[in-house]
């Protein structure tokens, strides 16, 4: 008998730490109740701008136009791409593995294209804004990508297509 109460004991007291243990480790509830709370705040505010049609602000004013250029970008089964005006004039010929950013800009355009089920093989526009900005837009799709936000060197990828 003194050793089953012995190894009950036991037993409680592995249980009494293991609670412990999880008691430290639990969220607290008044925590929790308070993300809840902030969460349905912030849904609560971002539906009552929407249905209002609040204005967007921290959205950066559109410069003038300096230069524009149209053109298409192609890829090939082994890797490469190119890139030829609408002339069909190839301006730029990347093997594998060269050219990343314009390869990964030119998946970009590939998913939305995908995304809005038109065809692979239009154009893009790029252009040159009076801030320095440089946009590439995809009519087809609509989307515009602000290509000053990968880097300057990046930027200059598609800056040496406009100067060609």
């Known amino acids: 008998?003194?050793?089953?109460d012995l190894h009950l004991q036991e037993i409680d007291a592995h249980q009494d730490?293991?609670?412990?243990?999880?008691?430290?480790?639990?969220?607290?509830?008044?925590?929790?109740?308070?993300?809840?709370?902030?969460?349905?705040?912030?849904?609560?505010?971002?539906?009552?701008?929407?249905?209002?049609?609040r204005p967007l602000v921290a959205v950066p004013p559109v410069a003038e136009v300096v230069d524009t250029r149209d053109i298409v970008l192609e890829?090939?089964?082994s890797g490469g791409a190119f890139v030829r005006d609408?002339?069909?004039?190839?301006l730029v010929d990347l093997g594998p593995g060269e050219g990343g950013f314009l390869h990964t800009m030119w998946r970009a355009v590939?998913?939305?294209r995908v995304r809005y089920r038109v065809g692979q093989d239009g154009p893009v526009t790029i252009?040159?804004?009076?801030?320095?900005?440089?946009?590439?837009f995809d009519p087809s799709t609509g989307q515009?990508?602000?290509?000053?936000a990968f880097g300057s060197n990046n930027v200059g990828a598609f800056r040496a297509l406009l100067e060609d």
Do not use: C, P, W
């Open 1 to 4: 008998m003194a050793k089953t």
């Open 17 to 53: 730490a293991v609670a412990a243990y999880h008691d430290k480790e639990r969220i607290q509830r008044m925590m929790m109740r308070g993300v809840f709370i902030l969460l349905m705040v912030i849904l609560a505010l971002v539906a009552l701008a929407r249905l209002t049609d």
């Open 75 to 77: 890829s090939d089964t």
């Open 86 to 90: 609408m002339d069909g004039i190839v």
């Open 110 to 112: 590939q998913r939305e």
């Open 127 to 136: 252009t040159l804004h009076a801030d320095n900005r440089l946009r590439l």
């Open 144 to 148: 515009t990508i602000d290509l000053n």
